[in-house]
């Protein structure tokens, strides 16, 4: 109970006489009593609530080794059988190779318009500028730009793809997924240390 509260409750005893300061304080009993109770049975039910929350909770765990039959991403795509399942993981696996590839296509991209940049900059030091960018915008470095962008949406479309299928937790796809792109990286290894030195010592 606050002091304002407490300070009317007190005026009002010194005011009244023995039976009503009696009566008053019997209403503060229960009043209290109702507020108590109140507070403890929202309580409870927040309590009992946040139980049933964490007991329905779905853990993040790996499903079972045997298990194979799923559905990945399209409704078509309706694993059923032991032999779709390992074409699956293959597509999979072959997909995430294909990646590598294609980041590999972005980054030339991404080189080619840099040198173009840097060939076309007028500066009295070429050797200590890499890169001088000019008011006017090179024609070959727009075109660049623009194959840049539609190289990029099935760049990502797949990478998402591949995202959305790790969610589905399963061991194997897992597997699948961790090869793949290691596999794909080390195809490409040698792709991308050799348009870094292209570039580099252009």
């Known amino acids: 109970m606050s002091f304002y509260h407490g300070s009317i409750v007190f005026f009002c005893l010194s005011k009244a006489t023995e039976k009503q300061s009696f009566r008053i304080k019997v209403l503060i009993k229960k009043l209290n009593k ?12 927040s309590a009992k609530i946040n139980s049933t929350i964490v007991n329905n909770a779905n853990p ?20 059923t059988t032991p032999t779709q399942f390992g074409l699956s993981c293959c597509g999979i696996f072959l997909s995430c190779i294909l990646l590598n590839y294609m980041c590999l296509l972005l980054k030339f991209i991404e080189y080619k318009m840099l040198y173009t940049l840097a060939s076309n900059a007028e500066t009295a030091n070429e050797e200590k500028v890499h890169l001088v960018f000019k008011k006017s915008i090179p024609r070959p470095t727009i075109c660049l730009g623009i194959g840049y962008f539609f190289s ?3 760049f990502y479309c797949l990478f998402i793809m591949l995202a959305l299928i790790a969610t589905t937790l399963n061991p194997w796809i897992f597997i699948s997924l ?13 792709h991308h240390l050799k348009l870094k030195m292209d570039y580099n010592y252009k």
């Open 34 to 45: 109702v507020f108590y109770d109140l507070i403890f049975n929202i309580l409870k039910k």
């Open 152 to 154: 990029a949406i099935p």
């Open 60 to 79: 993040v765990l790996f499903d079972s080794w045997k298990e194979y039959q799923l559905k990945l991403l399209f409704t078509f795509w309706n694993v």
């Open 178 to 190: 961790v090869l793949g792109y290691s596999v794909g990286s080390t195809l490409t290894l040698s």
